[in-house]
């Protein structure tokens, strides 16, 4: 998957969705996308915090490392965030649950 290291966030853009990680191990940065942050609900970085981070370096974006997992440390590593999203990388899902007034489920009769 990578190398992994511990560093600081330098700048993080929660509008565009990305920012660069420094540490000892990615000299010149790290590019990370919020999809590669692992925490619950919106997913967002601020500068300044402390994170830990798993990398590759094929470059991105004008850097040579790029993250493949990013986790604050003051919270552990996000594994049920990673767990939630499933095979299909999705994070979120939704249900309809439809209930009649005489107490039946189920759709409409259909006729022919």
Do not use: N
Not at 57 to 83: I, K, N, T, Y
């Amino acid at each position: 998957m990578g190398e992994s290291s511990t560093g600081r966030v330098r700048v993080w853009h929660a509008g565009d969705g990305w920012g660069v990680l420094d540490s000892d191990a990615t000299p010149g940065g790290c590019w990370a996308h919020y999809s590669s942050v692992l925490v619950p609900g919106y997913r967002s970085l601020s500068a300044g915090q402390a994170v830990g981070f798993t990398f590759e370096a094929p470059g991105q974006d004008g850097f040579d490392f790029r993250a493949v997992e990013v986790w604050p440390l003051d919270s552990g590593r996000g594994e049920a965030v990673v767990e939630a999203a499933g095979p299909g990388g999705a994070a979120y899902s939704s249900t309809l649950d439809l209930s009649f007034e005489d107490g039946s489920s189920g759709g409409p009769e259909l006729r022919a």
